[in-house]
């Protein structure tokens, strides 16, 4: 009997996993998570919105089964970045109703193109509202 090669994913079913699988990882270092996806009205959903010593984390996840053209964090471009802070705020002034002390993360999660994590890569403060 053949056996048979596991199914390649989509490319949203890839960053579906690479979300959950990075919500788990932040929480296993001490983020607490708030929520998931919030989209404002007409504005940039952020994937992930915790709490992490102190300060409100906005956190960008990025998947990628290939680093064929290059690495994950290099496709959020500055215009993604204004957008991202756009909808940040929007979240405070929605959630918080005063000002917290803020910063921007992204986690790049490398898996095969089955949807394996095989890596996972965190920068916290990867870069800052404008």
């Known amino acids: 009997m053949l056996s ?3 199914k390649a994913k989509t490319k949203q079913e ?3 996993i690479g979300e959950d699988h990075a919500a788990r990882y932040l929480a296993s270092r001490g983020y607490r998570i708030r ?11 952020i994937d992930i919105i915790a709490e992490h010593h102190g300060a409100l984390a906005f956190v960008e996840v990025k998947a990628r089964s290939s680093d064929e053209f290059g690495q994950p964090s290099e496709g959020l471009t500055v215009w993604q970045q204004r957008r991202l802070a756009r909808s940040a705020g929007a979240y405070i002034a929605q959630r918080e109703g ?3 002390l803020m910063r921007f993360d992204v986690v790049e999660v490398f ?9 996972v890569s965190l920068m916290q403060g990867a870069f800052q509202a404008e």
């Open 14 to 16: 890839l960053g579906r």
């Open 98 to 100: 005063r000002e917290r």
């Open 4 to 6: 048979r090669r596991p």
């Open 111 to 119: 898996l095969t193109r089955e949807g394996r994590v095989q890596r």
């Open 35 to 45: 929520e998931r996806n919030f989209r404002p009205r007409g504005q940039a959903e």
